[in-house]
């Protein structure tokens, strides 16, 4: 079967592009041919905060992959149209996180001949606000035959974002949990070291986590949060929470891209990660900090609750309160609970396979 997974993948960062990668790579294992219909240019300049928008520590050749679509030229849409009739897919997979691309993807859809297309959701409601998100989200939609959505709460909300004869098509995936970085899995993490890890936007709760520190240190003072991530926004708010809160000592910052050789710098240093997260549809840290055998303290907000089994993969606490987010770090720090066998058994059960099968399956 020759499968056309339509989105960012490599040589574009981050997660939804390592995710199409992870997946055609299980599609691979599995005897399917898999193809990336990929960007030529994904955001223009304004639409785009960070510094690049590309890793070239990523391998973009390791499947055929056709640099294409312009999202806001027609003309890009049309020449993808003639790729794929030339190609001939038996499935096209869609990556959805914005409703940016909903034009594109919409009229690409609507223009192929009548084969399995599946809309792959990573969120349903964008974290950013956008206009007639919900209509431009229902016109990308409208030409699927099915909806893989990562978490049940995701899947709550394509039910009330979008009408019955959509939503209906809706099925119930999960997030993998990553393989391609492990290294030293289940050694023993030395030090009192908390992790905060990826791009860095308001809705992440950042500001919530340092806020936590000044608590956490009064109990264990040679605690060390070690930030990475690039931010997409004003660095010098967090620069400046920092040096107010009076931590610098104890909050070491690395405020840029994390390419993928370094993740496992980070993660292997680390005793826990933290999502102090203030909204949230499912995160591909989880999977991240998973596969290097760190347990996760998550808040309780959209999916994350659906991927942190609370006291064995981990520990949930309520959004935006940082006294229980202290406590539940303190107690972690101060016990060193080995967690090591239960996330070794949940990232046995969710495979990167079993995603690929459900995506195809009829």
Same mark, same amino acid.
């Given at each position: 079967?020759?499968?056309?997974?339509m989105?960012?993948?490599?040589?574009?960062?981050?997660?939804?592009?390592?995710?199409?990668?992870?997946?055609?790579?299980?599609?691979?294992?599995?005897?399917?041919?898999?193809?990336?219909?990929?960007?030529?240019?994904?955001?223009?300049?304004l639409?785009?905060?960070?510094?690049?928008?590309?890793?070239?520590?990523?391998?973009?050749?390791?499947?055929?992959?056709?640099?294409?679509?312009?999202p806001?030229?027609?003309?890009?849409?049309?020449?993808?149209i003639?790729?794929?009739?030339?190609?001939?897919?038996?499935?096209?997979?869609?990556?959805?996180?914005?409703?940016?691309?909903?034009?594109?993807?919409?009229?690409?859809?609507?223009?192929?001949?009548?084969?399995?297309?599946?809309?792959?959701?990573?969120?349903?409601?964008?974290?950013?606000?956008?206009?007639?998100?919900?209509?431009?989200?229902?016109?990308?939609?409208?030409?699927?035959?099915?909806?893989?959505?990562?978490?049940?709460?995701?899947?709550?909300?394509?039910?009330?974002?979008v009408?019955?004869?959509?939503s209906?098509?809706?099925?119930?995936?999960f997030?993998?949990?990553?393989?391609?970085?492990?290294?030293?899995?289940?050694?023993?993490?030395?030090?009192?070291?908390?992790?905060?890890?990826?791009?860095?936007?308001?809705?992440?709760?950042?500001?919530?986590?340092?806020?936590?520190?000044?608590?956490?240190?009064?109990?264990?003072?040679?605690?060390?949060? =070690?930030?990475? #991530? /690039?931010?997409?926004?004003? %660095?010098?708010?967090?620069?400046? !929470?920092?040096?107010?809160?009076? *931590?610098? $000592?104890?909050?070491?910052?690395?405020?840029?891209?994390?390419?993928?050789?370094?993740?496992?710098?980070?993660?292997?240093?680390a005793?826990?990660?933290?999502?102090?997260?203030?909204?949230?549809?499912?995160?591909?840290?989880i999977?991240?900090?998973?596969?290097?055998?760190?347990?996760?303290?998550?808040?309780?907000?959209?999916?994350?609750?659906?991927? =942190?089994?609370? #006291? /064995?993969?981990?520990?949930? %606490?309520?959004p935006?309160?940082? !006294?229980?987010?202290?406590?539940? *770090?303190? $107690?972690?720090?101060?016990?060193?609970?080995d967690?090591?066998?239960?996330?070794?058994?949940?990232?046995?059960?969710?495979?990167?396979?079993?995603?690929?099968?459900?995506?195809?399956?009829?």
């Amino acid at each position: 079967m020759k499968i056309a997974i339509m989105g960012p993948a490599p040589p574009y960062r981050g997660g939804i592009s390592l995710f199409a990668l992870m997946l055609a790579r299980a599609f691979k294992e599995l005897g399917h041919e898999a193809l990336f219909i990929n960007f030529e240019v994904q955001y223009p300049a304004l639409l785009f905060p960070g510094k690049g928008q590309l890793d070239k520590s990523l391998n973009a050749s390791e499947f055929a992959n056709h640099r294409i679509i312009i999202p806001w030229l027609p003309s890009s849409w049309n020449q993808t149209i003639h790729l794929l009739l030339r190609e001939k897919p038996d499935v096209i997979i869609v990556s959805w996180f914005l409703p940016f691309f909903a034009p594109a993807y919409g009229y690409i859809l609507r223009k192929l001949p009548k084969m399995p297309k599946v809309i792959l959701a990573h969120n349903i409601s964008a974290h950013e606000k956008w206009a007639l998100a919900d209509k431009l989200m229902q016109y990308a939609f409208e030409p699927a035959s099915k909806i893989v959505v990562l978490s049940k709460s995701t899947l709550a909300e394509l039910h009330k974002k979008v009408p019955l004869f959509i939503s209906r098509r809706g099925v119930l995936g999960f997030h993998p949990c990553y393989d391609c970085y492990v290294q030293n899995v289940g050694n023993p993490k030395k030090g009192n070291v908390l992790l905060f890890f990826g791009l860095i936007k308001p809705y992440k709760g950042l500001d919530v986590l340092l806020e936590a520190m000044p608590l956490i240190l009064k109990s264990v003072p040679d605690t060390k949060l =070690v930030v990475a #991530g /690039e931010v997409y926004g004003n %660095v010098s708010v967090y620069l400046q !929470q920092i040096q107010e809160l009076g *931590i610098a $000592n104890a909050v070491e910052t690395h405020f840029r891209y994390i390419s993928d050789p370094e993740i496992a710098h980070f993660f292997n240093q680390a005793s826990l990660c933290v999502l102090p997260y203030k909204t949230a549809s499912q995160s591909g840290v989880i999977a991240t900090s998973y596969s290097f055998g760190v347990p996760v303290l998550a808040t309780r907000v959209g999916g994350l609750g659906e991927y =942190v089994l609370d #006291g /064995e993969t981990g520990y949930l %606490v309520p959004p935006l309160n940082k !006294q229980k987010m202290a406590e539940t *770090i303190i $107690n972690h720090l101060q016990t060193k609970p080995d967690f090591s066998q239960a996330i070794d058994t949940y990232t046995r059960l969710y495979s990167w396979k079993a995603l690929a099968e459900l995506m195809i399956a009829p």
